[in-house]
Structure formats: structure tokens, C-alpha cells
């Protein structure tokens, strides 16, 4: 049974920085595509950044490029985001997502002044 974790959300001041990160168990993730993607209330699940499976390339949505940066460990079977400079328009659920099939129960992230 595949199983995804995230953790790492919490709330921060516009401005501020957080590490989200997901552990997979139940499947190697090498050759996967692995994501985040995050859903505020009232609106659609909306890609937030991938990078796929095999040394593949890295994609970033509009709303977050240049503030986010995502990274894969396939020995540990983790996949990380790190956020810079978040806004209020950053609050949502992020959700894990593995070979655009598998997704994590969410993690919080709440920027508020």
C-alpha cells in the first residue's frame, strides 16, 4: 500500500519561509514524478511544483516561480519544498503527489500578518 506523509506546514508572516516535505512508503520513487500541489477554499487543486522521476526536469507554477524550489531524495523517498517570500494568496492545503496518482492527506500553511 503506497502511502504518502506530509509535514511542515504551520503559519508565517508574509515574507516568511517554510519546508514542507513528504515521505512515500510502499513504492521506490526513482523513476516517479513527485509534486506539490495546494488547494485554498473554494477554489480548484492547483500544481504548485513538480519534478520528475529519473533525473528528469523541474516545473514550477506561475504563482510560485522564483520563490520555490523543489528537491527529491530517492534513497530516503522524500520529496521537499522549500518556500521563500510567501504571500497571504499562499494559504491553502499543499498536498504531495506521487506519479501524478498517489496524494498525501495535506499539510496547512496559513500566511497571515
Known amino acids: 500500500q503506497v502511502q504518502l506523509v506530509e509535514s511542515g506546514g504551520g503559519s508565517v508572516q508574509p515574507g516568511g519561509s517554510l519546508r514542507l516535505s513528504c515521505a512515500v512508503s510502499?513504492?521506490?520513487?526513482?523513476?516517479?514524478?513527485m509534486g506539490w500541489f495546494r488547494q485554498a477554499p473554494g477554489k480548484e487543486r492547483q500544481r504548485v511544483a513538480g519534478?520528475?522521476?529519473?533525473?528528469?526536469?523541474?516545473m514550477y507554477g506561475d504563482a510560485v516561480r522564483g520563490r520555490v524550489a523543489i528537491s527529491r531524495d530517492d534513497a530516503k523517498r522524500t520529496v521537499t519544498l522549500e518556500m521563500t517570500d510567501l504571500k497571504p494568496e499562499d494559504t491553502g492545503t499543499y498536498f504531495c503527489?506521487?506519479?501524478?496518482?498517489?496524494w498525501g492527506q495535506g499539510t496547512q500553511v496559513t500566511v497571515s500578518a
Open positions: 503527489n506521487l506519479d501524478r496518482s498517489y
Open positions: 510502499g513504492r521506490a520513487t526513482s523513476s516517479l514524478f
Open positions: 519534478i520528475e522521476g529519473n533525473g528528469g526536469e523541474t
